[in-house]
């Protein structure tokens, strides 16, 4: 419970300057814990491109004290993490407008996660081989010796590459555990390899992304393999697997005899010293199951899960609206909790006004407030998103349709674009957006649209006309160190940064000046989407001042 979690953290003395730095060390002293890296490095390399040290000895202490899954470390506190305490500083020190300590929510702390990304590893049984497998060149990997047990499938320990399996992980799904175990077993009979950390071989299995349908319990299941298309991977071994998979996914089916899989796909992305991205877009994809044609046409569309709700379920009567989620598309882990984001976000839109939405994915958030709205245009650069979309938007009443449209492009190209701006164009026609909604990637928001978010209309010297611009923002974020920075530019703090190179040459294009526009903060609340991780989801309401 909330309210038995009060602990507070002293906030800044200052409320006109933030420290970064300070900010987070607070809320790592106050929850206990040290300022030092709490997470090691990623896989296979940095996108920096920066080596570091990676560490192949035994698995941290964490790990030794007894908590084998690596994203249990605060289980027993979900909402008393040290990001969370930070959260709580930051808002008590920069939100004078808020009515009490800000709320943060979890959910159920098992059973939540009905998607799962987990690293498959070749654990190399000596120093020596592991030397000899960084030279192998790029061609398809040898199978393991028959019986071999040193395939590993799941998460990275704290500081190492080294993977510790989890294979009934309290945070997964049922389905996904059974299917992480039916993977590792179809593999070992099908003799096929997993992908070295740091090897430059080509081949090897590198991960898995399993998707639960939540309604039917079908697993999405993603073989990734770490080439650049499907000639480096032993085609072979890849049917024998794919068939060990097929015959387990019928004998581990539900009770009605359905298949455990809802679908089979095989996507082939190279590690990269420079991108640790798991899923790529430049990569090869393949529907490898099923085979029919009528089930590989519902089968591509990805997984369907609908939203429970019921104010909108009210709104669209008789229709029964769909979300589409095939593998290469962004899906929230936890559909459950974050569908309380979105009931959090349909208060705050008000009726009848002309939305705005950014980094929308396949419209998680923007259909579920097709009711209210009287105009949205939704955007985002991933171009599968786009056809996920209008499948949805199809299952909407034609009227809700309607409303609805649907841009691939990136947010900092749609800000640039003035989707997001409140200048006077066109005899002082504009662009009439009333609310944005923001949910971007852990980085936060692009420079741009920061820019175009903080400044303030002025006259082009063309006919007046009146001006609109969006009044309020809703931004749901998953990095609260971006958020940090990001709100800090819209309170108009001192040590927020300052407008990007490309925003001001934009920006000089449409007026002859422009300043900085400051918001306020009228809501704000935290949900925990990985309870057990040192995480915390915000979502918090910006009003212009």
């Not at 690596?70 to 939100?95: D, G, I």
């Not at 070295?196 to 992304?209: A, I, K, M, Q």
């Not at 080439?227 to 032993?234: G, L, P």
């Not at 009333?434 to 820019?451: A, F, H």
Request: net charge positive; hydrophobic share 35%; proline share 7%.
């Amino acid at each position: 419970s909330d309210e038995t979690l009060k602990t507070t953290v002293d906030a800044p003395k200052s409320k006109s300057r933030v420290n970064f730095g300070s900010l987070f060390a607070q809320g790592l002293k106050a929850a206990g814990g040290s300022t030092s890296a709490a997470s090691g490095p990623k896989d296979p390399h940095n996108r920096d491109g920066k080596k570091r040290r990676i560490q192949d000895g035994p698995e941290t202490s964490m790990i030794g004290r007894g908590v084998r899954d690596p994203s249990e470390q605060y289980l027993s506190s979900p909402t008393n993490t040290p990001m969370v305490r930070t959260f709580r500083s930051f808002f008590s020190a920069h939100a004078p407008d808020l009515v009490g300590p800000v709320k943060v929510y979890v959910g159920p702390v098992g059973g939540w996660r009905t998607l799962a990304k987990l690293s498959v590893r070749q654990e190399a049984t000596s120093r020596i081989e592991a030397k000899q497998t960084k030279y192998k060149q790029s061609k398809p990997s040898s199978p393991s010796p028959a019986g071999t047990t040193d395939l590993r499938i799941g998460l990275f320990a704290p500081g190492s590459h080294r993977v510790v399996e989890i294979p009934d992980s309290r945070a997964h799904a049922p389905s996904l555990n059974r299917a992480t175990k039916i993977v590792k077993a179809s593999c070992a009979k099908a003799r096929v390899r997993g992908y070295v950390t740091g090897s430059d071989e080509r081949g090897g299995l590198g991960y898995l992304v399993l998707s639960e349908e939540r309604a039917t319990k079908r697993v999405q299941l993603t073989l990734v393999f770490c080439a650049e298309n499907e000639n480096q991977v032993d085609q072979k071994r890849l049917k024998l697997l794919l068939r060990e998979l097929e015959k387990a996914g019928e004998a581990e089916g539900g009770p009605e005899g359905d298949f455990l899989w809802h679908s089979i796909h095989v996507h082939c992305n190279p590690a990269d010293r420079h991108d640790n991205s798991i899923l790529g877009r430049e990569g090869t994809w393949r529907l490898a199951w099923p085979s029919t044609d009528a089930q590989r046409r519902d089968a591509i569309k990805g997984t369907k899960e609908a939203l429970a709700l019921p104010d909108f379920a009210a709104a669209v009567g008789p229709y029964e609206p769909r979300l589409f989620f095939p593998p290469n598309v962004f899906r929230q882990a936890n559909l459950d909790q974050f569908t309380e984001i979105v009931k959090v976000v349909r208060k705050f839109v008000p009726r009848g006004s002309k939305v705005v939405e950014l980094y929308g994915g396949v419209g998680t958030i923007g259909l579920h407030i097709s009711d209210l709205v009287s105009s949205l245009n939704c955007s985002d650069e991933n171009p599968f998103n786009a056809a996920c979309f209008q499948e949805a938007a199809a299952t909407l009443p034609p009227d809700l349709a309607a409303k609805l449209s649907y841009l691939t492009k990136g947010a900092a190209g749609m800000a640039l674009d003035g989707a997001i701006s409140p200048w006077e164009d066109r005899g002082g026609s504009s662009n009439g957006a009333e609310v944005v909604i923001v949910d971007p990637p852990r980085k936060g928001l692009d420079p741009e649209v920061l820019d175009a978010l903080t400044a303030t209309a002025v006259h082009t010297g063309q006919p007046s006309g009146g001006c609109s611009y969006p009044s309020r923002l809703i931004y749901i974020s998953c990095g609260f160190k971006a958020f940090v920075r990001d709100a800090s530019r819209l309170l108009g703090l001192a040590g927020s940064p300052s407008s990007s190179r490309r925003g001001k040459k934009a920006l000089g294009k449409k007026a002859l000046s422009a300043r900085v526009s400051k918001w306020r903060i009228v809501h704000a609340e935290g949900h925990v989407l990985f309870p057990g991780a040192d995480h915390v989801e915000t979502v918090a309401i910006f009003e212009r001042v």
